[in-house]
């Protein structure tokens, strides 16, 4: 079962397993990211289907009908409980949560929006998995922003440290910068004490930024997944290219030299496909560090830049403003070894999936015009102090949910 099956990973996610086997694959969305996105005025790049659309697609591609889908709300615990009573997964995926930290930063509304949601949706979860299957394994997708930049090793699992001669194994700090990273930290810390006090079996993927525009399974373009390049919804790689294309110029925040992790959308299935493959022990709280390549952002320019010029496009670097509040240079070390041991190997290089991202952004650039002045900073982290931001009011249908008893 796949809460947020209608989003970016979530779909290949499902499409993937689904595609592999004949197991039942159960779908749970309520189209939030479609209306959120649509709310900051954007859109994906690439058109996606209806999930009906999709559904069909799907069963014309493989012959098979084993993909179920149900909408709804994580928020609604009642709804949530019957959802998991009646079909009783046997691992749970759970990534129905606001994605975006700029989106978390853009006024007070949006926080709140952003922790009542995300905090909520993994309670629910949490506990109907408690009382109708607790057996199953919990697949819940964290984000290594939980770390923050510590600067040193960033330890998969529990950290030692010591004091006054004394030894103890910890959790390794989290220092998240935005509200949407304090979400992923609360879960974080609601998981962990879920599978102290019930036993429950998890996995929590610390996952890094991930690009792409596709996997193996997205067979023609009725399954394809959506494509964010704004400034709100874009994730870095993806949002250099789409700004090469439209603007002719790369958005250098600060120094770039702000270092992270990243992986392809391939590889970020394949990851999450092998934990699901090999999930954690009963009574097990794992914590995974999902990353392949660690760049800092000029790097990465500098690749899509490369790139760029195959196509036949000279891009210049732009330094600007950097919108956020954090280390412009720092050290980055993260340790990844569980899941190379699984047998993960990279499915194609960044220059590979480039090349596929370049066409597909130039494949839909007429879309991609019409959403131009989006490509640039909107959300400044010291100026989030509004209630509201009339120009980004989020659907009253978000805000106002209905609770079923």
Known sequence: MIFGA???????????LASRGDDQVVLVDNFSTRK?????????????????????????????????FIEADAQDPYVVDKIIEKHKPEAIVHLAQQRSAPFSMV????????????????????????????????????????????GIEITEGDIEIERKGKKTQVMFPRMGQSYYHLTKIFDTYNVALANRIHGIAATDVMQGVVYGTRVNDITNEALATRFDFDSIWGTVINKYVVQAVLLKKLLIYGQGKQTRGFL??????????????????????????QIDEIYNTLQLAEKVQKIAGEFGIEADMEYVENPRVEREEHEYEVEHRILPSLGFRREKSMEEILREIFRDVLSNKKRAVKMKKLVYPTVYWRTSTALRVKEFSLPRSLMNIKREK
């Open 6 to 16: 209608d989003g970016y990973i979530g779909w290949p996610l499902a499409l993937h």
């Open 36 to 68: 959120l996105v649509k709310s900051v005025k954007s859109d994906t790049l690439i058109p996606i289907k209806t999930m009906q659309e999709r559904l069909k697609a799907y069963e014309k591609e493989t012959g098979k009908k084993n993909m179920k």
């Open 107 to 150: 006024d007070q509304e949006h926080v709140l929006y952003t922790e009542l949601n995300n905090i909520a949706t993994n309670v629910n979860i949490l506990f109907s998995m408690i009382r109708h299957v607790p057996n199953a394994h919990l697949l819940k997708m964290g984000s290594m922003g939980e770390y923050g930049t510590p």
């Open 264 to 289: 392809s959308l391939y590889d970020s299935i394949n990851c999450l496909t092998l934990l699901l493959d090999n999930p954690a022990d009963k009574g097990q709280f794992r914590v995974v560090n």
